[in-house]
């Protein structure tokens, strides 16, 4: 379902590290997931998506890693830079009628240490 | 390549005043979904539509409505503004497709309540 977030959870990184952000969905029928990046003032920005019959998928320099049994999912930044620092939102994707209903997880702010 | 294109970029309304949002999708995407953020919180769905119809309804105000127009664009009108009414407002479109369907967001339009 539906989550406010009045404080976002942080995780500070140091620049060159990698970094893991995690994510627990609410819907066990969901079959698609999608991670995006929002920096300040700007729109939420897709970065990877992954199936419900996958569990890991690996993109530039992202992995997406999916658990379906605790409902859990993950995003690994390798090698942090100052311009991955941003929000980032889980996005749950579950079909409802022949329509597939997007909803968003709590963000999570990401600060990289220079 | 073209990206959804929301006006204006900053709005400033009195109490209750009227204010009209504006979206361009992505050429041929079917659907438009209206998010509300407030500062340092989740996107919150309002409301989308398929095929200029309504496919779905969020936490959308009574004073709030929207439509999707024959070109795809859609507007999204606010009456009798409040000052929590003030926060950023989020247009994304995406294909449709029979899993999944990735929302491209705006920019967003800054709407200040005074």
């Known amino acids: 379902g539906e989550s406010v977030g009045l404080h976002l959870p942080t995780l500070s990184v140091q620049e060159g590290d990698n970094s893991i952000i995690n994510c627990a969905y609410s819907?066990?029928?969901?079959?698609?997931f999608i991670w995006y990046k929002q920096e300040s003032g700007k729109g939420p920005q897709f970065i990877i998506d992954i199936r419900s019959n996958m569990d890991k998928r690996q993109g530039q320099r992202v992995t997406v890693l999916l658990n379906k049994t605790v409902k859990h999912l993950s995003l690994q930044i390798a090698a942090t830079q100052p311009g991955d620092s941003a929000v980032y939102f889980c996005?749950?994707?579950?079909?409802?009628?022949?329509?597939?209903?997007?909803?968003f997880g709590t963000g999570t702010k990401l600060q990289v240490i220079p | 390549a073209a990206g959804v294109i929301q006006s204006p970029r900053h709005l400033i309304k009195e109490k209750r005043e009227t204010a009209t949002l504006k979206c361009y999708p992505i050429p041929r995407h079917d659907t438009v979904y209206w998010y509300q953020q407030g500062p340092g919180q989740d996107p919150q769905f309002l409301i989308s539509?398929?095929?200029?119809?309504?496919?779905d309804k969020g936490s959308i105000p009574d004073r709030f409505s929207a439509q999707q127009f024959s070109d795809y664009h859609s507007e999204l009108n606010m009456s009798s503004l409040e000052l929590g009414d003030s926060a950023l407002y989020f247009c994304?479109?995406?294909?449709?497709?029979?899993?999944?369907?990735?929302?491209?967001f705006g920019a967003g339009t800054r709407l200040s309540v005074l």
């Open positions: 819907n066990s029928a969901s079959d698609y």
């Open positions: 539509f398929y095929e200029k119809m309504q496919s």
């Open positions: 996005a749950e994707s579950l079909p409802e009628g022949g329509y597939q209903k997007v909803t």
């Open positions: 994304a479109s995406s294909k449709r497709t029979g899993f999944g369907g990735i929302q491209y």
